[in-house]
């Protein structure tokens, strides 16, 4: 299991504090973008930051989050016009 959070190393401390309280051992990431908010590389678990095939996986996802997100947003703002 893998948690992906958006934000920084406060962000994955955050949630790795969560997960030690409800005594769960899940391993947790997150995208770190650039100055032009693209994203960059990952950190956290390095089982899973230090891997190339992972980081892309964990990069894509991100991505796609972020553009389902956004579509929506936009369909919810175009409904309320």
């Known amino acids: 299991s893998l948690i992906v959070v958006d934000g920084g190393q406060a962000q994955v401390n955050a949630a790795r504090e969560i997960l030690a309280e409800r005594e769960l051992d899940i391993d947790v990431v997150s995208v770190v973008k650039d100055a032009r908010h693209k994203p960059r590389d990952v950190m956290g678990s390095e089982t899973f ?26 369909h919810l703002r175009g409904r309320l016009k």
């Open 49 to 74: 930051s230090k891997s190339e095939e992972y980081k892309k996986t964990i990069i894509l996802a991100n991505s796609e989050a972020h553009r389902f997100a956004i579509t929506y947003h936009r």
